[in-house]
């Protein structure tokens, strides 16, 4: 006589319902709510500097992407502005935000790498924030399968 394994019994699914987020993907998008906060008040700042001075930046020559300081300035503060918002709506939860993060986040490394010449040190750190956020808000709209 042969003996088998009783059936499991019906339970919930293996992976993790669309509603439900997995909580390191959780903490992940809260810290990139964060981080564009923090990107944005940089933003804010380098703006406000740019367009308050002319001589605290580096003068570049026979650049392609040569602006006069004070647009940059201008670039900065309207893009830290508007991180800022997009990071105080991903602490809410807004669904809106996320999406927009990314785009945002993407549009902040791209202005950043061009203006590596004239601040490098906070090009760089700006790079990497947005770098990460596009990661965190990528993965957590990812499936996850516990």
Known sequence: M???APAPAPGPARTVDQGEMNPWAAGGVMFAGVLLLVD?????????????????????????FKF??????WIHLVLGVILGCVGWGILKGA????????????????VNFIWLPYQPVWAIVS????????WA???ATAKAVI
């Open 40 to 64: 944005g008040v940089l933003g804010v700042i380098k703006g406000i500097t740019g367009i308050a001075t002319d001589d605290v930046y580096a003068h570049v020559r026979n650049y392609t």
């Open 127 to 134: 790079i990497a924030i947005d770098a990460f956020v596009i």
């Open 2 to 4: 042969a003996h088998s």
């Open 137 to 139: 808000l990528c993965a």
């Open 95 to 110: 669904v809106w935000a996320r999406a927009t993060g990314v785009v945002l986040a993407s549009i902040s490394l791209i």
């Open 68 to 73: 006069d300081v004070a647009t940059w300035g």
